[in-house]
């Protein structure tokens, strides 16, 4: 199947694709080289830059004719995997010879359009399950499991009247905050000597930024200064937003004269039971990152390898032990790649969420407004230590064993 393009419609298309993978998640270190790759297989050149909320494109022919040029803005976006494949399969038939651009472009135009790939009743499911995963592999036992999911669910009532409104919307992590804090206090005034920090932290996992601050310090990496740089800042005004809600329960708790007793020494759960709460966590990050039923096992998969490295690292220092299991779990990704020739990303991305450093930079902003800087600094410290080695691990396994696909 053979057409004629223009550089217009190239351009038309490459925007239309950029901002869909962008919507989709795609960092924009893999999408500025993906973009180019394509442009190059219709023989044209391209000028692609890429930050999260915007995309930059310039289409010239080698001939040297005037370049044709466009600016988009990128308002909303997200992790969906459903999505990012579906694109995939797209930009992959154009590649083949097997879909034209024409029909190309209304085929973004539909994936783009299609409603979520789950129901509100299953992302709320899928929120408690995380929270709840959460719980039992900071420490937590299964009443934590229990009072995990039943913050969650409280989290994601406020989020979803939030939503409603288009300011409003804005205080999501801070109100996450909020609710965060009210459950561990009502909590620990049933049962006193259960962690707060546990319940704190699980409750909050789907609001924290690791993923975004790994990614962020990948694109720098990758010279992707203004992006990098973007979503740092994200993550750190969503830390912010988080820490300055908890921060109001705890003046509440302190104006109506709470003084919560110590925590007992957490013991982890049984076996059987983290293995549920993995399963658990698993399969409810597949949900929350848009993969379909038939793919859920791949995030069992990829979080079980993450969950054997950390298993077989665990004597090691924090950092080489994320530096080791993020190698294990991009090799494993990249082998699916070559395999099913879908994006890594759909392996990788459930397995990193379990690595991820946001509760150190959570731990680390909470002791920072408390007046305990030492602590501050030093949970600081591992934050980046912990993202560096999980942004390496991740270069040194597309070095050893690449996956033969930009996404």
Known sequence: MSETLSANLLLDYLVELGTGLLSAGCPTHRLEDLLGVVAAHEGFECDAFAVPTGLFLSVRTPEGAPPAMQMVRVREWSTNLERLAALDEVLNGVADR??????????????????????????????????????????????????AAMGALALRGLMYLARGSPTARFLENFLGGAVAGLVAWLSTLVWPTHSREVLVLSVIIPLLPGMVLTTGLAELTYRNLVSGTARLMEAAVTLLALVFGILVMLGLEQRFGFKPEPAAPVIAASWPFQLLALVTAAISFGVLLGLRREWLWVALLSDGVVWAASQATRALPGFHAAFLAAMALSVAANIYARVSQRPSQLFSLPGLLLLVPGAFGFRSLDALLRGDYTAGAGQFADMVLTAAALVMGLLVANVVLPSRKIL
Do not use: Y
């Not at 879909?99 to 299953?122: C, G, H, L, Q, Y």
């Open 98 to 147: 097997t879909v034209t651009v024409a029909e190309a472009r209304r085929r973004i135009a539909a994936i783009t359009n299609k409603t979520d790939t789950w129901s509100p009743r299953a992302v709320t499911l899928a929120t408690m399950g995380a929270s709840a995963g959460a719980a039992v592999s900071l420490g937590g036992d299964q009443v934590d499991f229990v009072l």
